[in-house]
Protein backbone atom coordinates (compact mmCIF):
# COMPACT_ATOMS: atom_id res chain seq x y z
CA UNK A 1 0.00 0.00 0.00
CA UNK A 2 1.29 3.44 -1.32
CA UNK A 3 2.06 6.55 1.11
CA UNK A 4 0.99 4.84 4.05
CA UNK A 5 2.58 7.26 7.14
CA UNK A 6 1.07 7.30 10.68
CA UNK A 7 1.97 10.58 11.24
CA UNK A 8 0.24 12.54 8.81
CA UNK A 9 -3.54 13.16 8.19
CA UNK A 10 -5.80 11.36 6.08
CA UNK A 11 -9.27 12.39 4.48
CA UNK A 12 -12.24 10.48 2.93
CA UNK A 13 -15.84 10.69 2.46
CA UNK A 14 -16.91 7.89 4.96
CA UNK A 15 -20.81 7.58 3.78
CA UNK A 16 -21.56 5.29 0.37
CA UNK A 17 -21.52 6.84 -2.97
CA UNK A 18 -24.50 8.21 -3.95
CA UNK A 19 -27.46 10.67 -2.63
CA UNK A 20 -28.52 10.73 0.68
CA UNK A 21 -29.81 13.12 3.53
CA UNK A 22 -26.39 13.75 5.49
CA UNK A 23 -23.07 12.57 3.79
CA UNK A 24 -19.88 12.37 6.31
CA UNK A 25 -16.49 13.33 6.05
CA UNK A 26 -13.87 11.76 7.99
CA UNK A 27 -10.44 13.38 9.07
CA UNK A 28 -7.85 11.89 10.98
CA UNK A 29 -4.32 12.55 12.33
CA UNK A 30 -2.34 15.24 14.47
CA UNK A 31 -3.92 18.41 11.37
CA UNK A 32 -7.19 17.39 11.84
CA UNK A 33 -8.39 19.76 14.20
CA UNK A 34 -6.36 22.73 12.63
CA UNK A 35 -7.53 21.68 9.07
CA UNK A 36 -10.76 21.76 10.34
CA UNK A 37 -10.28 24.97 12.07
CA UNK A 38 -9.22 26.48 8.94
CA UNK A 39 -12.19 25.16 6.83
CA UNK A 40 -15.42 26.24 8.95
CA UNK A 41 -16.76 29.33 10.34
CA UNK A 42 -20.01 29.00 13.47
CA UNK A 43 -22.72 30.41 12.19
CA UNK A 44 -21.55 33.65 13.89
CA UNK A 45 -18.86 34.13 11.25
CA UNK A 46 -16.81 33.34 14.07
CA UNK A 47 -13.89 30.97 13.85
CA UNK A 48 -13.67 27.81 16.06
CA UNK A 49 -11.01 27.99 18.69
CA UNK A 50 -10.43 25.65 21.25
CA UNK A 51 -13.16 23.53 20.78
CA UNK A 52 -13.33 20.60 23.22
CA UNK A 53 -13.05 16.76 22.75
CA UNK A 54 -16.57 15.29 21.93
CA UNK A 55 -18.61 18.50 20.95
CA UNK A 56 -20.40 18.99 18.24
CA UNK A 57 -20.62 22.52 16.22
CA UNK A 58 -23.16 24.18 13.29
CA UNK A 59 -21.32 26.40 11.11
CA UNK A 60 -20.44 26.66 6.98
CA UNK A 61 -17.58 25.10 5.80
CA UNK A 62 -15.93 27.76 3.45
CA UNK A 63 -13.48 27.76 1.04
CA UNK A 64 -10.22 29.49 0.42
CA UNK A 65 -11.64 32.65 -0.46
CA UNK A 66 -14.20 32.83 2.00
CA UNK A 67 -16.94 31.21 -0.31
CA UNK A 68 -19.40 28.93 1.79
CA UNK A 69 -19.90 25.42 0.25
CA UNK A 70 -21.94 23.97 2.71
CA UNK A 71 -23.58 24.01 6.26
CA UNK A 72 -22.58 21.29 8.77
CA UNK A 73 -22.14 19.87 11.51
CA UNK A 74 -18.63 19.18 12.92
CA UNK A 75 -17.74 16.57 15.36
CA UNK A 76 -14.51 16.81 17.46
CA UNK A 77 -12.48 13.75 19.27
CA UNK A 78 -9.04 14.19 20.83
CA UNK A 79 -6.45 11.57 21.09
CA UNK A 80 -6.61 8.96 22.60
CA UNK A 81 -10.40 9.03 22.68
CA UNK A 82 -11.65 8.33 19.17
CA UNK A 83 -12.22 5.81 16.62
CA UNK A 84 -8.68 6.00 15.31
CA UNK A 85 -6.86 7.01 18.58
CA UNK A 86 -5.55 9.76 16.66
CA UNK A 87 -7.45 13.28 16.80
CA UNK A 88 -10.35 12.58 14.52
CA UNK A 89 -13.18 15.06 13.00
CA UNK A 90 -16.10 14.22 11.43
CA UNK A 91 -18.15 17.05 8.89
CA UNK A 92 -21.71 15.91 8.55
CA UNK A 93 -22.69 17.39 5.21
CA UNK A 94 -25.82 17.68 2.84
CA UNK A 95 -25.36 13.87 1.48
CA UNK A 96 -24.68 14.91 -2.32
CA UNK A 97 -21.39 13.62 -3.79
CA UNK A 98 -20.60 17.04 -5.57
CA UNK A 99 -20.91 18.53 -2.46
CA UNK A 100 -18.75 16.14 -0.63
CA UNK A 101 -16.35 15.64 -3.12
CA UNK A 102 -16.05 19.79 -2.42
CA UNK A 103 -15.37 19.71 0.86
CA UNK A 104 -13.23 16.57 0.75
CA UNK A 105 -10.70 19.03 -1.96
CA UNK A 106 -10.98 21.36 0.46
CA UNK A 107 -9.59 19.03 2.67
CA UNK A 108 -7.10 17.59 0.77
CA UNK A 109 -5.45 21.04 -0.31
CA UNK A 110 -5.27 22.01 3.59
CA UNK A 111 -2.63 19.41 3.83
CA UNK A 112 -4.75 16.28 4.41
CA UNK A 113 -3.78 12.95 2.15
CA UNK A 114 -6.58 11.14 0.96
CA UNK A 115 -7.06 7.74 2.88
CA UNK A 116 -6.92 4.60 1.29
CA UNK A 117 -9.22 1.61 2.00
CA UNK A 118 -9.76 0.62 5.61
CA UNK A 119 -6.69 3.52 6.77
CA UNK A 120 -8.77 4.88 9.52
CA UNK A 121 -9.39 1.39 11.41
CA UNK A 122 -5.54 0.09 10.37
CA UNK A 123 -4.80 3.04 12.49
CA UNK A 124 -7.03 1.93 15.19
CA UNK A 125 -5.00 -1.42 15.31
CA UNK A 126 -1.46 -0.10 14.48
CA UNK A 127 -2.18 2.59 17.64
CA UNK A 128 -3.14 -0.30 19.70
CA UNK A 129 -6.87 0.52 19.76
CA UNK A 130 -8.18 -2.64 18.89
CA UNK A 131 -6.65 -5.98 18.07
CA UNK A 132 -6.67 -7.58 14.26
CA UNK A 133 -9.54 -9.87 15.01
CA UNK A 134 -11.64 -6.84 16.19
CA UNK A 135 -10.79 -5.14 13.27
CA UNK A 136 -11.64 -7.79 10.86
CA UNK A 137 -15.12 -7.98 13.10
CA UNK A 138 -15.30 -4.09 11.80
CA UNK A 139 -15.68 -5.74 8.30
CA UNK A 140 -17.83 -8.49 8.92
CA UNK A 141 -20.45 -5.94 11.09
CA UNK A 142 -20.93 -4.39 8.02
CA UNK A 143 -21.51 -6.60 5.88
CA UNK A 144 -23.44 -8.51 8.21
CA UNK A 145 -26.77 -9.86 6.49
CA UNK A 146 -28.66 -11.81 9.02
CA UNK A 147 -29.02 -11.14 12.48
CA UNK A 148 -27.27 -13.90 13.87
CA UNK A 149 -24.11 -12.65 11.70
CA UNK A 150 -24.56 -9.42 13.08
CA UNK A 151 -24.53 -10.88 16.55
CA UNK A 152 -21.41 -12.59 15.90
CA UNK A 153 -19.40 -10.01 14.45
CA UNK A 154 -20.58 -7.38 16.95
CA UNK A 155 -19.34 -9.86 19.93
CA UNK A 156 -15.86 -10.22 18.07
CA UNK A 157 -15.63 -6.37 17.79
CA UNK A 158 -16.61 -6.37 21.42
CA UNK A 159 -13.59 -8.34 21.90
CA UNK A 160 -14.78 -11.81 22.52
CA UNK A 161 -12.28 -14.05 20.74
CA UNK A 162 -9.46 -11.93 21.82
CA UNK A 163 -10.34 -12.70 25.17
CA UNK A 164 -10.52 -16.25 24.65
CA UNK A 165 -7.26 -16.18 22.58
CA UNK A 166 -5.72 -13.55 25.32
CA UNK A 167 -7.08 -16.49 28.08
CA UNK A 168 -5.35 -19.15 25.72
CA UNK A 169 -1.90 -17.39 25.55
CA UNK A 170 -1.57 -16.53 29.10
CA UNK A 171 -2.36 -20.27 30.05
CA UNK A 172 0.65 -21.57 27.65
CA UNK A 173 3.01 -18.50 28.53
CA UNK A 174 2.56 -19.34 32.80
CA UNK A 175 3.71 -22.80 31.46
CA UNK A 176 6.62 -21.67 28.67
CA UNK A 177 7.72 -18.86 31.18
CA UNK A 178 8.27 -21.74 34.06
CA UNK A 179 10.55 -23.84 31.37
CA UNK A 180 12.41 -20.40 30.19
CA UNK A 181 13.48 -20.06 34.23
CA UNK A 182 14.07 -23.34 34.92
CA UNK A 183 16.33 -24.12 31.57
CA UNK A 184 18.46 -20.36 31.87
CA UNK A 185 18.77 -20.77 35.65
CA UNK A 186 20.03 -24.50 36.22
CA UNK A 187 21.91 -23.72 38.54
CA UNK A 188 18.77 -22.31 40.77
CA UNK A 189 17.02 -25.60 41.46
CA UNK A 190 13.53 -24.10 40.44
CA UNK A 191 11.28 -27.27 40.71
CA UNK A 192 10.48 -28.15 36.96
CA UNK A 193 6.59 -28.94 36.85
CA UNK A 194 6.30 -33.05 37.28
CA UNK A 195 5.71 -34.49 33.34
CA UNK A 196 2.09 -35.38 33.70
CA UNK A 197 1.60 -31.81 35.18
CA UNK A 198 3.01 -30.27 32.09
CA UNK A 199 0.94 -32.72 30.19
CA UNK A 200 -2.08 -32.05 32.08
CA UNK A 201 -1.25 -28.47 31.30
CA UNK A 202 -0.91 -28.72 27.37
CA UNK A 203 -3.30 -31.51 26.99
CA UNK A 204 -6.30 -28.75 28.42
CA UNK A 205 -4.71 -26.50 25.85
CA UNK A 206 -5.00 -28.72 23.08
CA UNK A 207 -9.05 -29.44 24.34
CA UNK A 208 -9.82 -25.92 23.64
CA UNK A 209 -8.11 -25.24 21.03
CA UNK A 210 -9.85 -28.04 19.39
CA UNK A 211 -12.77 -26.89 20.27
CA UNK A 212 -12.41 -23.11 19.08
CA UNK A 213 -11.74 -24.88 15.48
CA UNK A 214 -14.51 -26.85 15.66
CA UNK A 215 -16.39 -23.90 15.48
CA UNK A 216 -15.24 -22.75 12.15
CA UNK A 217 -17.56 -24.68 10.49
CA UNK A 218 -20.79 -22.77 12.33
CA UNK A 219 -19.10 -19.42 11.89
CA UNK A 220 -18.32 -19.45 8.77
CA UNK A 221 -21.91 -20.71 7.80
CA UNK A 222 -22.57 -17.24 10.03
CA UNK A 223 -20.41 -14.95 8.71
CA UNK A 224 -20.66 -15.65 4.82
CA UNK A 225 -24.50 -17.70 4.26
CA UNK A 226 -25.57 -21.31 4.47
CA UNK A 227 -25.62 -22.98 1.06
CA UNK A 228 -29.16 -24.76 0.67
CA UNK A 229 -29.70 -26.81 -2.82
CA UNK A 230 -32.84 -27.54 -4.04
CA UNK A 231 -32.50 -30.78 -5.54
CA UNK A 232 -34.73 -33.18 -7.23
CA UNK A 233 -36.39 -34.46 -10.45
CA UNK A 234 -37.42 -32.20 -13.17
CA UNK A 235 -40.96 -30.78 -12.87
CA UNK A 236 -41.19 -31.31 -9.36
CA UNK A 237 -41.55 -27.86 -7.78
CA UNK A 238 -37.66 -26.69 -7.13
CA UNK A 239 -38.76 -22.99 -8.50
CA UNK A 240 -42.26 -22.66 -7.46
CA UNK A 241 -40.62 -23.37 -4.17
CA UNK A 242 -37.54 -21.45 -4.35
CA UNK A 243 -39.97 -18.35 -5.26
CA UNK A 244 -41.83 -18.99 -2.06
CA UNK A 245 -39.17 -19.04 -0.02
CA UNK A 246 -37.76 -15.61 -1.84
CA UNK A 247 -41.02 -14.33 -1.66
CA UNK A 248 -41.02 -13.41 -5.19
CA UNK A 249 -41.19 -14.35 -8.56
CA UNK A 250 -37.26 -15.49 -9.44
CA UNK A 251 -37.17 -18.65 -11.70
CA UNK A 252 -39.39 -19.26 -14.62
CA UNK A 253 -42.23 -21.67 -13.60
CA UNK A 254 -43.60 -24.30 -16.26
CA UNK A 255 -45.16 -27.03 -16.38
CA UNK A 256 -43.01 -27.91 -19.04
CA UNK A 257 -40.06 -30.31 -18.02
CA UNK A 258 -36.38 -29.22 -17.64
CA UNK A 259 -37.65 -25.29 -17.19
CA UNK A 260 -34.61 -24.24 -14.95
CA UNK A 261 -31.41 -25.62 -17.20
CA UNK A 262 -28.92 -22.98 -14.81
CA UNK A 263 -28.09 -22.83 -11.47
CA UNK A 264 -29.64 -20.26 -10.11
CA UNK A 265 -28.28 -18.49 -6.58
CA UNK A 266 -29.95 -16.15 -4.34
CA UNK A 267 -29.74 -15.54 -0.81
CA UNK A 268 -32.34 -14.55 1.89
CA UNK A 269 -32.86 -13.95 5.32
CA UNK A 270 -34.44 -17.24 7.25
CA UNK A 271 -34.89 -17.12 10.91
CA UNK A 272 -32.23 -14.63 11.61
CA UNK A 273 -29.96 -16.50 9.32
CA UNK A 274 -28.21 -15.60 6.08
CA UNK A 275 -29.31 -18.46 3.67
CA UNK A 276 -27.77 -18.96 0.32
CA UNK A 277 -30.45 -20.85 -1.72
CA UNK A 278 -29.64 -22.59 -5.08
CA UNK A 279 -32.46 -23.74 -7.28
CA UNK A 280 -31.22 -26.31 -9.64
CA UNK A 281 -31.93 -27.63 -13.15
CA UNK A 282 -34.34 -31.21 -12.83
CA UNK A 283 -32.14 -34.80 -12.87
CA UNK A 284 -32.64 -35.85 -15.89
CA UNK A 285 -31.35 -38.64 -18.22
CA UNK A 286 -31.83 -36.19 -21.26
CA UNK A 287 -29.61 -35.98 -23.82
CA UNK A 288 -29.64 -32.68 -25.25
CA UNK A 289 -26.61 -30.99 -24.63
CA UNK A 290 -27.99 -28.26 -22.93
CA UNK A 291 -29.79 -30.24 -20.31
CA UNK A 292 -26.45 -31.98 -19.93
CA UNK A 293 -24.37 -28.88 -19.24
CA UNK A 294 -27.15 -28.21 -16.65
CA UNK A 295 -26.77 -31.36 -15.21
CA UNK A 296 -23.24 -30.92 -14.84
CA UNK A 297 -23.63 -27.27 -13.50
CA UNK A 298 -26.13 -28.99 -10.31
CA UNK A 299 -23.31 -31.60 -9.88
CA UNK A 300 -20.80 -29.05 -9.20
CA UNK A 301 -23.13 -27.62 -6.19
CA UNK A 302 -24.04 -31.38 -4.79
CA UNK A 303 -19.83 -31.56 -3.74
CA UNK A 304 -20.53 -28.00 -1.39
CA UNK A 305 -24.26 -27.62 -0.04
CA UNK A 306 -24.51 -27.50 3.86
CA UNK A 307 -27.99 -29.06 3.41
CA UNK A 308 -30.20 -30.40 0.64
CA UNK A 309 -33.96 -30.13 0.40
CA UNK A 310 -34.57 -33.39 -1.51
CA UNK A 311 -38.18 -32.81 -3.57
CA UNK A 312 -40.29 -35.64 -4.71
CA UNK A 313 -43.33 -34.84 -6.52
CA UNK A 314 -46.50 -36.01 -3.90
CA UNK A 315 -48.92 -36.62 -6.98
CA UNK A 316 -46.58 -38.59 -8.80
CA UNK A 317 -45.54 -40.80 -5.80
CA UNK A 318 -41.22 -41.53 -5.49
CA UNK A 319 -39.92 -43.14 -8.04
CA UNK A 320 -36.92 -44.66 -8.80
CA UNK A 321 -35.26 -41.75 -9.96
CA UNK A 322 -35.81 -40.28 -7.03
CA UNK A 323 -34.10 -42.75 -5.38
CA UNK A 324 -31.01 -42.52 -7.40
CA UNK A 325 -30.81 -38.62 -6.38
CA UNK A 326 -31.20 -39.64 -2.53
CA UNK A 327 -28.43 -41.86 -3.65
CA UNK A 328 -25.93 -39.21 -5.38
CA UNK A 329 -27.09 -37.41 -1.81
CA UNK A 330 -25.18 -39.91 0.29
CA UNK A 331 -23.30 -38.38 3.74
CA UNK A 332 -25.19 -34.99 3.02
CA UNK A 333 -27.75 -33.07 5.25
CA UNK A 334 -30.94 -34.16 3.24
CA UNK A 335 -34.45 -33.13 4.55
CA UNK A 336 -36.72 -35.02 2.11
CA UNK A 337 -39.62 -32.21 0.88
CA UNK A 338 -43.22 -33.82 -0.13
CA UNK A 339 -44.35 -31.67 -2.82
CA UNK A 340 -47.83 -30.47 -4.26
CA UNK A 341 -49.66 -31.86 -1.40
CA UNK A 342 -52.61 -29.38 -2.65
CA UNK A 343 -53.39 -31.97 -5.74
CA UNK A 344 -55.42 -35.04 -5.52
CA UNK A 345 -54.17 -38.96 -5.51
CA UNK A 346 -51.47 -38.15 -3.43
CA UNK A 347 -49.24 -41.63 -3.29
CA UNK A 348 -48.20 -43.71 -0.56
CA UNK A 349 -44.75 -43.06 0.63
CA UNK A 350 -43.84 -45.63 2.39
CA UNK A 351 -40.44 -46.33 0.89
CA UNK A 352 -39.32 -42.18 1.31
CA UNK A 353 -40.13 -42.85 5.28
CA UNK A 354 -38.22 -45.84 5.35
CA UNK A 355 -35.09 -44.43 3.87
CA UNK A 356 -35.50 -41.12 6.43
CA UNK A 357 -35.87 -40.40 9.70
CA UNK A 358 -39.44 -38.72 9.96
CA UNK A 359 -38.31 -35.38 11.39
CA UNK A 360 -36.50 -35.05 7.95
CA UNK A 361 -39.64 -35.34 5.75
CA UNK A 362 -42.05 -32.44 5.28
CA UNK A 363 -45.20 -32.35 3.22
CA UNK A 364 -45.44 -28.65 1.47
CA UNK A 365 -47.57 -27.23 -1.44
CA UNK A 366 -45.88 -23.84 -3.18
CA UNK A 367 -49.42 -23.27 -4.04
CA UNK A 368 -50.89 -23.19 -0.57
CA UNK A 369 -48.41 -22.33 1.27
CA UNK A 370 -48.83 -25.54 3.21
CA UNK A 371 -45.68 -26.59 5.54
CA UNK A 372 -43.77 -23.68 4.01
CA UNK A 373 -43.25 -22.18 7.69
CA UNK A 374 -42.26 -25.39 8.75
CA UNK A 375 -39.86 -25.62 5.73
CA UNK A 376 -38.14 -22.88 7.32
CA UNK A 377 -37.77 -23.94 10.95
CA UNK A 378 -36.41 -27.18 9.43
CA UNK A 379 -33.62 -25.07 7.79
CA UNK A 380 -32.57 -22.80 10.50
CA UNK A 381 -32.20 -25.62 12.76
CA UNK A 382 -30.31 -27.94 10.55
CA UNK A 383 -27.82 -24.92 9.74
CA UNK A 384 -27.72 -23.67 13.52
CA UNK A 385 -26.16 -26.24 15.58
CA UNK A 386 -27.73 -26.40 19.22
CA UNK A 387 -24.08 -26.88 20.99
CA UNK A 388 -23.26 -22.91 19.26
CA UNK A 389 -25.64 -21.04 21.54
CA UNK A 390 -25.87 -16.94 21.05
CA UNK A 391 -23.11 -16.77 23.90
CA UNK A 392 -20.53 -19.31 22.25
CA UNK A 393 -17.45 -18.18 20.88
CA UNK A 394 -17.09 -18.90 17.21
CA UNK A 395 -14.26 -18.72 14.88
CA UNK A 396 -15.83 -17.10 11.64
CA UNK A 397 -12.55 -16.64 9.72
CA UNK A 398 -10.43 -18.57 7.42
CA UNK A 399 -7.41 -17.23 8.94
CA UNK A 400 -8.06 -17.33 12.67
CA UNK A 401 -8.73 -21.44 11.77
CA UNK A 402 -5.17 -21.40 10.18
CA UNK A 403 -3.41 -19.83 13.01
CA UNK A 404 -5.80 -21.91 15.59
CA UNK A 405 -4.68 -25.17 13.54
CA UNK A 406 -0.52 -24.20 13.69
CA UNK A 407 -0.98 -23.48 17.21
CA UNK A 408 -2.71 -26.79 18.00
CA UNK A 409 0.14 -28.56 16.00
CA UNK A 410 2.68 -27.19 17.94
CA UNK A 411 1.37 -28.08 21.25
CA UNK A 412 0.53 -31.37 19.68
CA UNK A 413 4.53 -31.55 18.96
CA UNK A 414 5.36 -30.67 23.10
CA UNK A 415 2.88 -33.07 24.21
CA UNK A 416 4.53 -36.10 21.97
CA UNK A 417 8.15 -34.20 23.11
CA UNK A 418 7.21 -35.00 26.72
CA UNK A 419 6.16 -38.42 25.77
CA UNK A 420 9.03 -39.40 24.62
CA UNK A 421 10.59 -37.60 27.28
CA UNK A 422 12.75 -35.15 25.00
CA UNK A 423 14.41 -32.24 26.07
CA UNK A 424 12.80 -29.64 27.47
CA UNK A 425 14.46 -27.27 25.08
CA UNK A 426 12.30 -28.54 22.25
CA UNK A 427 8.76 -28.73 24.66
CA UNK A 428 9.88 -25.21 25.05
CA UNK A 429 10.31 -24.27 21.21
CA UNK A 430 7.11 -26.10 19.86
CA UNK A 431 5.56 -23.95 23.06
CA UNK A 432 7.06 -21.00 21.44
CA UNK A 433 5.51 -21.39 18.36
CA UNK A 434 2.02 -22.43 19.54
CA UNK A 435 2.04 -18.70 21.42
CA UNK A 436 3.28 -16.95 18.34
CA UNK A 437 0.34 -18.39 16.18
CA UNK A 438 -1.78 -17.14 18.72
CA UNK A 439 -0.31 -14.28 18.98
CA UNK A 440 -0.99 -13.59 15.11
CA UNK A 441 -4.52 -14.33 14.83
CA UNK A 442 -4.50 -11.12 17.30
CA UNK A 443 -1.81 -9.40 15.28
CA UNK A 444 0.23 -9.21 18.03
CA UNK A 445 2.79 -10.56 15.49
CA UNK A 446 2.07 -9.54 11.87
CA UNK A 447 3.81 -8.23 7.97
CA UNK A 448 2.51 -5.17 6.34
CA UNK A 449 1.34 -7.80 3.59
CA UNK A 450 -1.03 -9.22 6.03
CA UNK A 451 -2.34 -5.90 6.73
CA UNK A 452 -2.88 -5.03 2.75
CA UNK A 453 -4.34 -8.16 2.18
CA UNK A 454 -6.75 -7.72 5.11
CA UNK A 455 -7.97 -3.66 5.20
CA UNK A 456 -8.13 -3.59 1.20
CA UNK A 457 -11.30 -5.50 1.43
CA UNK A 458 -12.91 -2.46 3.28
CA UNK A 459 -14.26 0.36 1.85
CA UNK A 460 -12.49 4.03 1.63
CA UNK A 461 -13.65 5.64 4.86
CA UNK A 462 -13.81 3.17 7.51
N1 LIG B 1 -50.65 -27.85 -7.76
C1 LIG B 1 -49.38 -27.51 -7.56
N2 LIG B 1 -48.57 -27.36 -8.62
C2 LIG B 1 -47.27 -27.03 -8.40
C3 LIG B 1 -46.75 -26.84 -7.09
N3 LIG B 1 -45.45 -26.55 -7.20
C4 LIG B 1 -45.17 -26.53 -8.50
N4 LIG B 1 -46.25 -26.83 -9.23
C5 LIG B 1 -46.35 -26.91 -10.70
O1 LIG B 1 -45.46 -27.89 -11.17
C6 LIG B 1 -44.89 -27.50 -12.41
C7 LIG B 1 -43.38 -27.52 -12.32
O2 LIG B 1 -42.97 -26.57 -11.35
P1 LIG B 1 -41.49 -25.98 -11.30
O3 LIG B 1 -41.39 -25.18 -10.06
O4 LIG B 1 -41.15 -25.30 -12.57
O5 LIG B 1 -40.67 -27.34 -11.18
P2 LIG B 1 -39.10 -27.55 -11.23
O6 LIG B 1 -38.78 -28.66 -10.31
O7 LIG B 1 -38.40 -26.29 -11.05
O8 LIG B 1 -38.92 -28.07 -12.73
P3 LIG B 1 -37.60 -28.03 -13.65
O9 LIG B 1 -37.07 -26.65 -13.66
O10 LIG B 1 -38.14 -28.44 -14.99
O11 LIG B 1 -36.66 -29.03 -13.11
C8 LIG B 1 -45.46 -26.12 -12.70
O12 LIG B 1 -46.54 -26.25 -13.58
C9 LIG B 1 -45.92 -25.63 -11.34
O13 LIG B 1 -46.98 -24.69 -11.42
C10 LIG B 1 -47.65 -27.01 -5.99
O14 LIG B 1 -47.32 -26.88 -4.81
N5 LIG B 1 -48.96 -27.35 -6.29
MG1 LIG C 1 -37.12 -25.23 -12.22
Known sequence: MPNMDLDDTIAAIATPPG?????IIRLSGPEAIPIARRVFRRSSGAKLNGAKSHTIHYGTICDSHGEAIDQVLISFFKAPKSYTAEDVVEISAHGGMHVLKKI???LLAQGARHAQAGEFTRRAFLKGRIDLAQAEAVLDLIKAKSDRSLDVALQQLQGNLSSEIKRLK??????????EAYLDFPDEHLEVYSNSKLSGKLENSRKQLKNLIASFEQGEILREGALVVLVGRTNVGKSSLLNTLLCRDRAIVSEI?????DVIEESVEINGLWIRLVDTAGFSASDDPLDKAGMERTKRYLENGNLFLWLVDGSEGCLAEDFEILKSLKGKKVIALVTKTDLPNQKEMTELHRALPSKTVLSISAKTGEGIDAIRKVISEAVLKEEFGSESVL??????KRALVASLESIEKSIDSLRQRESLELVTLDLKQALDALRELVGEIYSEDLLDVIFKEFCIGK
Open 19 to 23: EGGIG
Open 104 to 106: LNL
Open 170 to 179: DELLTVYAHL
Open 257 to 261: PGTTR
Open 395 to 400: ITRLRH
